[in-house]
């Protein structure tokens, strides 16, 4: 049996080298002049290649329709993607958050181990090819028409094209509209796991803080109108020129996206990103912890007495919203100030007022609608011998691993 997959990410090459395995003829097609270019640039090039987590607890950590991809999650697991890498000689490690990276800390490797994958399994890899259409006949596929009008007959394809983000890398958001043509339903396109923008005095403060990091912080996304959490997290962020972004961010974009009437709160500034500086620390251990360095810095001014509290970027904006003189002895802070700065530092907040555009999204919300793939197979339910795989189906997860392991079993479970 031939198999045409379309697109060269991790849940092409997967959806390759399973169809492959089962002693089909594997053609892939891919539009860039290089396959995984997206791949490349995860994890900040180190790729965090899944999570540690059992398998099982991977779909509470996928809040865009993750039930639908247990039966995928049980026929190719992390345990898996691991094994695969390892056949290759790529180790891997654990960090923080149950994430898994290759021990070189280089994406580069976890291509080269598809790579070499498919190289073994003989199959056909055809890049710089755009493909235009599929070719159907009384509803089932027949073929793949691409660049120059080049035919590729075929008893199945796999389309996987990705979602819209990274547009550099190839995910340009074409296989939504070969699909669309073929009769299936796109749901809402929207950026996912994506930088959010900060309001005007907040802004202001952003740009201040631009470039610092911060480790080890609570953050909540909260809607100050009904004064409701929509999201918490404990992680890592950073201030940019334009808003924050990071893990902790990026994982709460996914749910303020789905948060009812989100851009009618944007518009209104009512929601609110508010840091725990000290989450490690009650209110009334961080007024110790204060007190003593107050006895300690005594005699200095109060502008100098934080060094050992705060990141030195922190210091500035932290006095001038705690109202308090900076030119003032430490020893003649009053208590209701010192109070006042210890709320600060545990609700110190931030007014949001959007996203970043999709092409700085790492992942697309949104694709192909969920009741029209059949779960079990990746096969469309419209259209015989047409499969689907990764981010071009309606499924999207937070960070940490969830997103590449999405497009690994769809991928595999298609090729099968």
Same mark, same amino acid.
């Not at 865009?64 to 490690?93: A, M």
């Not at 120059?148 to 958001?173: F, M, R």
């Not at 939504?176 to 403060?205: D, Q, W």
């Given at each position: 049996?031939?198999?045409?997959?379309?697109?060269?990410?991790?849940?092409?090459?997967?959806?390759?080298?399973?169809?492959?395995?089962?002693?089909?003829?594997?053609?892939?097609?891919? @539009?860039?002049?290089?396959?995984? *270019?997206?791949? +490349?640039? =995860? %994890?900040?090039?180190?790729?965090?290649? $899944?999570? /540690?987590?059992?398998?099982?607890?991977?779909?509470?950590?996928?809040?865009?329709?993750?039930?639908?991809?247990?039966?995928?999650?049980?026929?190719?697991?992390?345990?898996?993607?691991?094994?695969?890498?390892?056949?290759?000689?790529?180790?891997?490690?654990?960090?923080?958050?149950?994430?898994?990276?290759?021990?070189?800390?280089?994406?580069?490797?976890?291509?080269?181990?598809?790579?070499?994958?498919?190289?073994?399994?003989?199959?056909?890899?055809?890049?710089?090819?755009?493909?235009?259409?599929?070719?159907?006949?009384?509803?089932?596929?027949?073929?793949?028409?691409?660049?120059?009008? @080049?035919?590729?007959?075929?008893? *199945?394809?796999? +389309?996987? =094209? %990705?979602?819209?983000?990274?547009?550099? $890398?190839? /995910?340009?958001?074409?296989?939504?509209?070969?699909?669309?043509?073929?009769?299936?339903?796109?749901?809402?396109?929207?950026?996912?796991?994506?930088?959010?923008?900060?309001?005007?005095?907040?802004?202001?403060?952003?740009?201040?803080?631009?470039?610092?990091?911060?480790?080890?912080?609570?953050?909540?996304?909260?809607?100050?109108?009904?004064?409701?959490?929509?999201?918490?997290?404990?992680?890592?962020?950073?201030?940019?020129?334009?808003?924050?972004?990071?893990?902790?961010?990026?994982?709460?974009?996914?749910?303020?996206?789905?948060?009812?009437?989100?851009?009618?709160?944007?518009?209104?500034?009512?929601?609110?990103?508010?840091?725990?500086?000290?989450?490690?620390?009650?209110?009334?251990?961080?007024?110790?912890?204060?007190?003593?360095?107050?006895?300690?810095?005594?005699?200095?001014?109060?502008?100098?007495?934080?060094?050992?509290?705060?990141?030195?970027?922190?210091?500035?904006?932290?006095?001038?919203?705690?109202?308090?003189?900076?030119?003032?002895?430490?020893?003649?802070?009053?208590?209701?100030?010192?109070?006042?700065?210890?709320?600060?530092?545990?609700?110190?907040?931030?007014?949001?007022?959007?996203?970043?555009?999709?092409?700085?999204?790492?992942?697309?919300?949104?694709?192909?609608?969920?009741?029209?793939?059949?779960?079990?197979?990746?096969?469309?339910?419209?259209?015989?011998?047409?499969?689907?795989?990764?981010?071009?189906?309606?499924?999207?997860?937070?960070?940490?691993?969830?997103?590449?392991?999405?497009?690994?079993?769809?991928?595999?479970?298609?090729?099968?």
């Amino acid at each position: 049996m031939k198999v045409v997959v379309i697109g060269g990410g991790p849940a092409g090459m997967m959806a390759a080298i399973s169809a492959a395995r089962s002693g089909n003829e594997v053609v892939l097609l891919e @539009k860039m002049n290089m396959l995984g *270019k997206k791949l +490349l640039i =995860t %994890g900040k090039g180190r790729c965090n290649i $899944t999570s /540690s987590l059992d398998i099982s607890e991977f779909i509470p950590n996928i809040p865009g329709n993750g039930r639908f991809l247990y039966s995928s999650f049980q026929q190719f697991t992390n345990e898996d993607i691991i094994d695969l890498l390892k056949k290759h000689h790529v180790e891997v490690k654990e960090e923080r958050g149950n994430r898994i990276f290759p021990v070189s800390d280089k994406s580069v490797d976890v291509l080269n181990c598809f790579l070499d994958e498919m190289k073994n399994l003989n199959v056909k890899i055809i890049t710089s090819a755009r493909v235009n259409d599929i070719l159907i006949e009384n509803q089932k596929v027949i073929g793949v028409q691409y660049s120059d009008n @080049k035919i590729e007959k075929a008893d *199945k394809v796999i +389309l996987a =094209t %990705g979602g819209k983000s990274y547009p550099l $890398t190839g /995910s340009t958001g074409d296989g939504y509209a070969i699909a669309e043509k073929l009769g299936h339903t796109i749901t809402k396109i929207c950026a996912s796991l994506v930088p959010v923008t900060a309001a005007n005095n907040s802004l202001r403060l952003c740009k201040k803080l631009q470039g610092l990091s911060l480790k080890n912080v609570k953050i909540s996304f909260e809607d100050e109108e009904k004064n409701k959490v929509i999201y918490e997290d404990f992680g890592e962020m950073i201030f940019t020129h334009f808003g924050v972004s990071g893990p902790t961010i990026l994982s709460g974009s996914a749910h303020l996206l789905r948060y009812k009437n989100v851009e009618e709160l944007f518009i209104k500034e009512k929601i609110i990103l508010k840091i725990d500086l000290k989450p490690a620390l009650t209110e009334e251990k961080l007024d110790s912890r204060i007190l003593r360095d107050f006895d300690k810095f005594k005699n200095k001014l109060f502008k100098n007495s934080l060094d050992e509290l705060l990141p030195q970027k922190l210091i500035e904006p932290i006095i001038e919203l705690s109202e308090i003189n900076p030119n003032k002895q430490v020893n003649e802070i009053t208590k209701i100030e010192r109070q006042r700065l210890v709320k600060l530092l545990k609700n110190f907040k931030i007014s949001i007022n959007g996203f970043r555009p999709i092409d700085e999204a790492i992942i697309t919300s949104g694709g192909i609608a969920i009741n029209e793939i059949n779960p079990k197979t990746m096969e469309s339910k419209l259209i015989q011998g047409l499969y689907f795989a990764g981010e071009i189906i309606d499924v999207d997860a937070y960070t940490g691993g969830f997103n590449l392991q999405i497009a690994y079993s769809t991928g595999y479970v298609a090729g099968l």
